[in-house]
């Protein structure tokens, strides 16, 4: 599996390292695919990357004259592949390719359009981009055997939501473009200008005036594409360089055709710098290498049409070998250039323009924005990337955009005023498209939309004049105010702390698959609204309705009903109350409580038994806690099913407050001499009639006896009914139910603390047992277990004469059912982090280091490669995570303390 890193901004006020989050830049992987003579196309693997913040870069060179052939599109194709395609097949082409991922701050749209016609713009219609910060990266592939009007192609952002691709209305014939490959990067810490030129049939040069200039061209790229008038050879095509801070020039040798340029000059404003040069290829040469200064963050940029352009004195034909180039960056010093050929006589020399760019990780978690000062939330300097500010304010362009977090902290106020503050382009509730929101009274307004998560601390706060619609995890706290003056829609996870400050002077409305916990007692609205039946309104506050509006109520849209309002929840109102009294009768689940976030911890759920070591350990009958090394009479069971393990005299184990072997973990001792054992009396579970599931940690350490019992049926009858037992013969844990045994495979080492979990899946009479150590399958068999019903005892056998346990155990949890593969990986992940008692497989949580840090309150949920699933988590700590979007195979999302 592989977790997912995501932390939500309020993390940071729980001791949990922001730096999990690294800054901006997050990695870049290189590689050389060969598209074979012959074939058509070709693929290459990468590390798993997030589209959405990764951008494609490559170059291509081969020995060919025919469009067909040497036009090569080029896309992220899913987070593992890359795919490169021609619509010829003849000869080699060798690509060299870049991918850049970011951690945040640059969002990516990938795409393509098929059949790109001659003449008028093709239109694509994208997601809303900020134009002063979004540029363009194209390829195509096209079928032909001369490069005319036909193949060039220039991609143009008309607005904020449609990109304009067009070949050349002018020149001879020619058919559509088969296919263009686009990226739309919207970088945040940048500024964008985008210029255009015509550099005419007769005319070798021209330039395009940058305005205003640019401030730093050591912080400054320029990426163009375009497309020619005519039929053309490789002399008349140009190379594209930023000459100075004012200026782009295009440059060719020939002067055939038009050329018509869209152009991008991209000027970062974070620690990014960029340093460029041309390369002269004299007539012969095909390789040349520049010293140059690079690190692991930097790569080579391509000026020009599909980021491989360059001018030449070829004019014999359009063989584009002569004059396309690969780039590839071999050592932090050198960067190799080549082209496909070059001939003799001085009729190919070459000039091959470079960029090289070197992102920068500052270390910074640049996805949470903490506030540094009151003002308007569109103004970098209100805002810091650390929370105490000591890395000064953002950089300039740069503020919350909707997919940011953000904590207003004390003393600060940040005010909303335009429905486009944090993004170019508003929203409507509508306009989502979502089949559970929408649509209501309102509900085709434009408004301010978030998604990323809001925490508005103790002291600070968030006002705004607009309508808000917020889609991340919103938290008021006490002490922290909120004032919207105009309608509210939540659709993501909205709570207000009691003594928060709240003011809502028109609606309220939930909608989609949201959360509202309100436990204010002085909160006022003018009305709720319910929308579908998906949204929950809960906590133990007091909403008033009213705020002086006609008939005040609760209103309900598409199926929404007083059942989603939970009944400790109290709504009241002092005038115009046409619709009152409202009695909500809602029930609610804040997230799955139990270990890792499996299970509740209600008592209804599924975990019968919660046995933890650390937790209410009594030295009697639950009221002194036992001291280290004192007896246990009591250890209470956290299940909320009141199943707690007691021995009332005599033979009680004792209690390890800190074990350093368990990262200073408390353990429950048991001692073989001294028949030590504990009684399960009030749990009941008949393994004929019920599948169930055991995950304990423990540690067994004695070499003599037969059997050591660690979970046996303590009834008089039947035969064999243990769930886990330590066989001291085979050296294995195993399990014997039904009169047969598990075939375990794995030697257990004594005196090591492992993990063993086992499932047991009843179907048509018979039992599939199967047994995990380490995380790793450990034996498997297929029983039928007895009928007959009795209460179960830990660390003896049946009439608590004999098997008893030598040994310890951390944590023990009992099910009433077989708990799927994702629970059962999360659990063991929870219990691993938490103890450091390592994972031989599906070790899924990594962030844990057995010292403390991270290793504690980890829960999760994600989907395992069979398929199945845990998508409700909140575990001990005050984290939830639910309802996740496009959940994959081998996918987790886990936190930890």
């Known amino acids: 599996m592989r977790i997912i890193k995501a932390l939500l901004a309020f993390l940071l006020f729980l001791g949990i390292n922001y730096h999990l989050i690294a800054a901006e830049f997050y990695r870049k992987q290189t590689g050389t695919v060969t598209i074979s003579n012959g074939s058509t196309s070709n693929t290459a693997a990468i590390l798993g ?7 494609l870069v490559f170059s291509t060179s081969l020995d060919d004259q025919s469009p067909t052939n040497y036009q090569i599109g080029g896309q992220i194709t899913n987070t593992t592949t890359l795919s490169f395609i021609r619509t010829g097949n003849t000869g080699a082409v060798t690509i060299k390719w870049q991918v850049f991922e970011f951690e945040s701050g640059v969002n990516v749209q990938h795409g393509s359009t098929t059949g790109v016609t001659r003449g008028a713009a093709m239109n694509a219609s994208i997601n809303c981009v900020d134009l002063t910060k979004s540029f363009v990266l194209i390829s195509a592939r096209k079928s032909g055997t001369q490069l005319g009007a036909d193949d060039g192609i220039t991609a143009n952002l008309t607005t904020s939501t449609n990109l304009a691709l067009q070949i050349s209305s002018n020149g001879p014939g020619g058919a559509d473009m088969e296919e263009a490959y686009w990226q739309i990067i919207e970088y945040q810490a940048a500024t964008v200008k985008k210029v255009t030129a015509t550099l005419a049939a007769t005319v070798a040069s021209t330039t395009s005036t940058i305005s205003p200039a640019i401030s730093n061209l050591a912080k400054a790229i320029v990426i163009s594409n375009h497309g020619q008038d005519g039929d053309v050879n490789l002399d008349d095509l140009p190379r594209t360089e930023l000459t100075n801070t004012t200026t782009v020039t295009y440059t060719r040798v020939g002067t055939t055709a038009a050329i018509n340029f869209v152009t991008y000059v991209i000027e970062f404003t974070d620690a990014t710098t960029v340093t460029r040069g041309t390369q002269n290829f004299p007539s012969t040469n095909i390789t040349q290498n520049v010293s140059i200064t690079a690190t692991a963050n930097s790569g080579v940029f391509g000026s020009g049409n599909f980021g491989r352009q360059g001018s030449t004195t070829f004019a014999v034909n359009d063989n584009i070998g002569h004059g396309w180039f690969t780039y590839d960056i071999t050592s932090t010093t050198n960067l190799l250039i080549q082209r496909a050929t070059g001939t003799s006589g001085g009729n190919s020399t070459a000039n091959a323009p470079w960029q090289i760019v070197t992102f920068k990780d500052t270390g910074l978690q640049q996805n949470t924005f903490y506030s540094r000062a ?17 890395s000064g304010a953002v950089p300039t362009g740069v503020y919350p955009r909707r997919t940011n977090n953000v904590v207003i902290q004390s003393g600060h106020t940040i005010t909303v005023n335009s429905v486009t503050d944090n993004n170019p382009c508003s929203q409507s509730p509508n306009g ?10 309102g509900s085709g307004d434009q408004m301010f939309y978030h998604t990323g998560d809001i925490l508005i601390a103790a002291g600070g706060t968030f006002t705004s004049s607009e309508e808000v619609m917020m889609g991340g995890y919103t938290l008021i706290e006490n002490g922290g105010t909120m004032t919207v003056n105009e309608d509210i ?3 993501g996870y909205f709570e207000i702390a009691a003594t928060a400050n709240f003011t809502n002077t028109d609606d309220l409305i939930l909608s989609g698959n949201s959360v509202t916990i309100i436990n204010n007692l002085s909160f006022g609205a003018d009305d709720i609204y319910i929308d579908h039946t998906n949204a929950t309104l809960c906590g133990e506050g007091i909403m008033n309705l009213g705020n002086g509006g006609a008939d005040p109520t609760i209103q309900f849209f598409n199926g929404g009903s007083l059942a989603q309002v939970c009944s400790t929840f109290t709504v009241t109102c002092t005038s115009n109350c046409g619709a009152f009294p409202i009695t909500p009768t809602g029930t609610f689940s804040s997230g799955n409580s139990g270990p890792g976030g499996v299970a509740s911890t209600n008592g209804s759920s599924e975990l019968k038994i919660w046995l933890d070591a650390g937790k209410s350990i009594f030295s009697d009958a639950g009221t002194t806690a036992s001291t280290d090394g004192g007896i246990v009479q009591q250890w209470n069971d956290l299940s909320g099913s009141n199943n707690h393990a007691t021995k009332t005299v005599s033979n009680r184990p004792s209690w390890d407050q800190v074990d350093p072997a368990i990262n200073n973990g408390a353990s429950v001792d048991f001692t073989a001499a001294s028949s030590n054992r504990l009684n399960l009396n009030t749990f009941t ?5 019920s599948g169930f599931s055991i995950i304990t940690v423990l540690n067994a350490n004695a070499t003599t006896g037969t059997n050591q019992n660690i979970i046996q049926q303590k009834d008089a009858s039947g035969t064999g009914r243990t769930l886990l037992l330590y066989d001291n013969t085979a050296t294995k844990m195993t399990t014997f139910l039904g009169g ?3 075939a375990p495979t794995a030697t257990y080492t004594l005196n090591t603390w492992n993990i063993f979990s086992q499932t047991f899946s009843l179907s048509g009479g018979t039992t599939a047992i199967n047994l995990y150590k380490g995380g790793t399958a450990d034996g498997a068999a297929t029983v039928t277990p007895e009928t007959t019903v009795g209460a179960w005892l830990i660390g003896a056998n049946k009439t608590e004469t004999g098997a008893f346990l030598q040994g310890s155990i951390a944590e023990l949890l009992i099910l009433n ?10 659990v063991e992940n929870y219990l691993s982090a938490k103890y450091n008692v390592s994972l031989t497989a599906n070790n899924v949580f990594t962030r844990d280091d057995g010292a403390g840090t991270y290793d504690y309150e980890v829960a999760g949920i994600g989907q395992a490669s069979d398929g199945s699933n845990h998508k409700d988590a909140k575990g001990t700590g005050v984290v939830r995570m639910w309802n996740p979007n496009g959940l994959a195979n081998r996918r987790v999302l886990a936190v930890g303390s």
């Open 49 to 55: 990357v997030d589209r959405s913040k990764s951008f």
């Open 374 to 390: 009151s003002g308007a939330w569109e103004t970098n300097t209100n805002w810091s990337f650390t929370p105490d500010g000591s």
């Open 740 to 742: 047969a045994s598990t």
């Open 489 to 491: 829609v939540n659709l």
């Open 817 to 826: 059912q077989s708990v799927n593969s994702a629970k059962r990986i999360i």
């Open 432 to 441: 989502l498209g979502l089949g559970n929101v929408g649509a209501f009274t």
């Open 685 to 689: 579970l008949n393994p004929s009639l």
